[in-house]
């Protein structure tokens, strides 16, 4: 549990820093170039890892592999069009939404399967949500309808990402295959929409060569643990860390930006730790004591033996 804790806290550092890189990049690079040099850093990384371990890539599950990447590298592509149409707290808030769907998911299928619903994570992700929206304060003025729509449609997908991530792994895919395809899928999408849908691609010069070498090593390491993080551990506690990147991002533009902190958004910060602290501490007792519900009791093992 404490692994996979650590796994969600390391990607939303990762993503954090990752998005000041972007941030340095949008004026030089369009949504799908950035796609493209994000990818291929990864792919590169990724390759140099495998040789020396000498690992394959193949893969008995491209099927799924695709789905995971498609969805992925969509959801990327739309995500980094939308911060340039709309304030930046308005486009995270309704992007982190993806916890919201996540714990609708997860009551609708212990409704149907006739179970608990893990009420205790809920509330930590309403919690988690509610220090989001304190922290960012979205505004939802004329002109947005459209950017927030995608926004909402980014986080919905993201949700159908995950579970393909579990899924993969839950056929002992390893994180480093799993992300290799998205990158790979992402090199060719970036290029392609490039040329099709944006102003072709540009050639990094000076500083940006360094920005888009930090973005594409934050964003693969970013990925890695979260690919670790979902597909071995809790989903919706993953989902509830995931709202740590908004204290990180904060600390980060203050050292960085020298953005100041309001109040309002030291509490924000505080109602996301707590969020983040209840989550981990319930979901931890409610395991182990499915565990200790599972396991054959003493007695039990004792008549068998006798018999």
């Keep these: 549990m404490m692994l996979q804790s650590l796994w969600a806290l390391a990607a939303s550092a990762c993503f954090s820093l990752m998005a000041v890189f972007v941030k340095f990049c949008t004026d030089h690079f369009g949504s799908m170039e950035l796609v493209f040099y994000r990818s291929l850093v990864g792919i590169v990384m990724i390759l140099i890892f495998v040789r020396s371990r000498g690992y394959s890539l193949k893969t008995k599950h491209f099927g799924g592999h695709f789905k995971r990447a ?93 579970w393909q991530i579990k899924e993969l ?13 998205f990158t790979l899928f992402g090199v060719i999408m970036g290029v392609l929409g490039a040329f099709l849908i944006e102003d072709g691609m540009h050639m990094p010069t000076g500083d940006s060569i360094w920005y888009l070498i930090g973005m594409g090593l934050c964003a693969t390491f970013g990925q890695i643990c ?56 319930y979901t931890k007792r409610t395991e182990a004591k499915n565990k200790a519900q599972a396991a054959p009791h003493p007695s039990s093992e004792a008549t068998e033996e006798k018999a």
Aim: hydrophobic content about 55%.
């Design 70 to 162: 498609f969805l992925g590298t969509a959801t990327v592509g739309l995500w980094f069009f939308t911060i340039g149409e709309m304030p930046l707290g308005t486009n995270m808030t309704l992007i982190y939404t993806t916890a919201l769907f996540m714990a609708a998911n997860f009551i609708i299928l212990a409704f149907m399967k006739k179970e608990k619903a893990p009420w205790g994570v809920i509330l930590a992700i309403l919690c988690g949500f509610a220090g989001v929206t304190t922290v960012l304060e979205p505004s939802f003025e004329a002109g947005y309808l459209v950017p927030a729509l995608i926004c909402l449609f980014v986080a919905f997908i993201d949700l159908i990402v995950y």
């Design 226 to 281: 979260t690919t670790k993080s979902y597909a071995q551990g809790n989903m919706l506690l993953s989902s509830c860390l995931g709202f740590s990147a908004i204290p990180f991002s904060a600390v980060i533009s203050y050292f960085v930006f020298g953005e100041t902190i309001s109040a309002s958004g030291m509490v924000g910060m505080l109602l996301i730790i707590v969020a983040g602290i209840f989550g981990t501490i």
């Design 169 to 181: 792994g839950d056929l002992k895919e390893p994180s480093w295959r799993i992300v290799f395809y």
